[in-house]
């Protein structure tokens, strides 16, 4: 079977970047390994960005008497409060300059749904909701996913999760990812990426 190849760029935005408000230590430095993978003979590449309205559940300011960090139950499951963060249309929500979106073949926005988070590029926070990236993918013969940006520890890790669920051959880029490492999030996915298959990779190790 012949293999093809995408590479998804999650979550690349100024908010995750030093400066933004949900600044991902070392978040800079993926900058310009995800700016050179892009570069790269892809059959597909998909970049995504967290887009949520103003008065989005995951934002603690929006729920009374509760901070950033706090846990609050949702009707599908616990859900970690966050500040405000890539409000649709501001500059946080928007692309480092560095990082040009002109080899993207397709941008995929998240979270729009002000009740349910989004952290993979597939699927809602919950469970259901789906994208429709794995049906793009299968429609165009791709049958390896590369996953990489920000955050490792929470969409890029989703992503990877649910591209292995569906049957993608799947790879995380570790030195063009940076993790936030919260309560040991970023430890809980690695047993999940082990636990599915998923392979590591560096940007050197990629041929094309
Ligand atoms: C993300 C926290 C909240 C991410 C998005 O892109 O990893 N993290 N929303
Ligand atoms: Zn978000």
Redesign the pocket.
């Known amino acids: 079977m012949q293999r093809k190849r995408a590479l998804i760029v ?2 690349i ?1 100024n908010d ?1 970047l030093p400066g933004g408000v ?1 600044a ?1 230590p070392s978040g800079a430095a993926v900058i310009g390994k995800a700016a050179e993978l892009m570069e790269g003979a892809w059959d597909a590449v998909v970049m ?1 960005q ?1 887009w ?1 309205p103003k008065d989005h559940v ?1 934002f603690a300011a929006n729920n009374p008497g509760k901070s950033e960090g706090d846990m609050i139950m949702l009707p599908y499951g616990e859900q ?1 409060l ?1 500040p405000v ?2 409000v649709a249309g501001t500059s946080g929500a928007a692309f480092p300059g560095r990082l040009s979106d002109r080899n993207a073949d397709l941008i995929i926005r998240k ?1 729009r749904e002000r009740g349910i ?3 993979s590029a597939f699927c809602a926070a919950d469970g259901k909701t789906l994208t429709g990236l794995a049906g793009w993918l299968e429609e165009r013969g791709i049958t390896d996913v590369y996953v990489c ?8 890790s ?1 992503t990877a999760a649910d591209a292995a669920n569906a049957g993608f051959r799947t790879f995380v880029i570790t030195d063009a990812s940076a993790a ?1 490492d919260i309560g040991g999030s970023l430890k809980a996915a690695e047993d999940t990426w082990r636990k599915l298959g998923i392979s590591t990779v560096t940007t050197a190790e990629i041929e094309y």
Not at 149 to 156: E, H, I, P, W, Y
């Open positions: 999650v979550d935005q995750f949900l991902v995504t967290d949520h995951s970690i966050w963060h890539c979270g988070d989004s952290y940006g920000l955050a490792t520890d929470f969409c890029v989703y936030i």
